[in-house]
């Protein structure tokens, strides 16, 4: 036999050696880890599913054998340390009083012993106390978180009234409203600390009274009661003081709730208005001057004398609708126009969808961002590009300011105002987003031309 020959009749022998040895691999790793893939099983046939399983009912018989022998050895090692013990000679032995008998000790009754009642007053006392002081502790991070938020509002509604206002000023008049601005933190800092000194004593007081409260509560449950139930009248009774007091809070927060309402309505009606009102008195001198420019300019105002009465309707239902409220409320407050110019703004977009805004800020760098008109409320949406992708702002524009919902509580007389405010100011605290880069039209004639014609 010539070696070549050879070489081919041991390799076959070797491969089955080698699956050999992997199956037997395998087969313990199953059996120790007594679980088996899902797609191996499938691919086994009957007779090899049958062994595997007998396999694994022997591996499950020794291992249950191995347990009970186990037990078994540590049972009898425990009886033996059980006689051990008891061949000791340890005994008890009763301690006798002077009479000769067994001495008994009875609660209560022994010279400077508390009786049961007082000791019983005493521990209902100490769980009433606690259980204050635990509600107290509540309320006080309650009114803590309360205080910081009416206050960095008020410090954010505040510093947005100044910003709004330094673009009137001259360069020397911004050191006289910074010092203006430092002055009021100072006395919101005051306040600030003044209310919390007095929530602090409110708190102290609804402590000691509620401590008394749950103390007479708890006393009378403890006189009502005749069995060992105390601890379940007792936690009935926590269970109501609870429900009332969730009850108060509700009450509570349902009047904070209206007066933050009534108080933004009367800064609605009263400072933004005002404000309004001035940048609008700027805005028809303006508008004046785009109609002695009418024939340069390549848009053209809506003419305050209109053949019919403009009434905005609850919701936008179409574009025609859309166009008619810019054209008559939102032209003569100059929105999408540069500041102290008659040229539209390179951030300002007309009807646009969601889609169409985010193909436009595709390729562009973090912080660039559009405006556009939206479809659902009477304002505007802000798109935005972020690192990871795109966000989008609803501002609101159906009152006298313009403002963004449930993100940014700060007014603004005019949308141009604030853009230019959030070129400096985050929008949100967490996202970090700041308005640096403004994104441009892409179509000829511009996606906005409806809005003017």
């Known amino acids: 036999m010539t070696p070549s020959c050879t070489s081919r009749t041991q390799l076959p022998s070797e491969e089955r050696q080698n699956q050999a040895v992997e199956r037997a691999i395998m087969l313990q790793q199953i059996l120790r880890d007594m679980y088996i893939d899902p797609e191996l099983l499938a691919e086994l046939n009957e007779e090899q599913k049958q062994i595997l399983f007998y396999k694994m009912r022997e591996e499950q018989l020794r291992r249950w054998n191995e347990r009970e022998e186990k037990a078994r050895m540590e049972e009898t090692v425990l009886r033996k340390t059980t006689r051990r013990n008891q061949s000791n000679g340890k005994h008890v032995q009763w301690l006798c009083g002077k009479d000769g008998e067994v001495w008994v000790w009875v609660m209560g009754e022994a010279p400077g012993d508390k009786p049961y009642e007082q000791i019983s007053e005493e521990l209902i006392a100490e769980r009433a106390r606690q259980q204050a002081q635990k509600e107290a502790e509540e309320l006080r991070r309650q009114k803590e978180a309360e205080i910081t938020k009416k206050f960095r509002d008020a410090m954010a509604q505040e510093k947005a009234r100044i910003v709004a206002e330094k673009w009137k000023i001259e360069i020397e008049d911004r050191k006289a409203a910074k010092l203006e601005e430092e002055k009021i933190q100072e006395e919101l800092k005051k306040r600030e600390e003044e209310e919390r000194q007095k929530g602090e004593e409110q708190i102290k007081q609804q402590e000691e009274i509620r401590a008394k409260e749950l103390y007479l509560s708890l006393m009378q449950a403890q006189q009502h009661s005749q069995h060992s139930d105390d601890d379940q009248e007792w936690e009935e009774q926590l269970r109501r003081s609870k429900a009332a007091d969730e009850e108060r809070s509700h009450k509570a927060r349902r009047a904070r709730d209206e007066y933050r309402r009534q108080s933004l309505r009367a800064i609605q009606k009263g400072r933004v208005a005002g404000l309004s009102n001035l940048f609008q008195r700027a ?10 420019n009418n024939s340069a300019s390549p848009f053209r105002p809506l003419s305050a004398a209109s053949s019919n009465i403009w009434e905005r309707p609850s919701r936008p239902f179409s574009q025609d609708v859309i166009i008619r409220w810019f054209k008559e409320e939102q032209i003569p407050r100059r929105a999408g126009f540069e500041r102290d110019t008659n040229r539209i703004a390179q951030w300002f977009h007309g009807i646009i969808s969601r889609q169409e805004a985010e193909e436009l800020l ?51 007389a005019t949308l141009t105002d604030l853009i230019d405010f959030h070129k400096e100011e985050i929008i949100t605290s967490s996202g970090g987003e700041l308005l640096l880069e403004p994104c441009g039209q892409q179509k000829n004639p511009p996606d906005y031309s409806p809005l003017f014609e």
């Open 283 to 292: 805005s028809l001198n303006n508008d004046q001057e785009i109609k002695l």
């Open 362 to 412: 595709m390729n562009k760098s973090e912080g660039t961002f559009l405006v556009r008109v939206s479809e659902k409320i009477w304002g505007y949406a802000l798109s935005y590009r972020q690192q990871s992708g795109f966000k989008h702002f609803l501002v609101d524009a159906s009152g006298d300011f313009y403002s963004f919902l449930g993100v940014d509580p700060n007014r603004h």
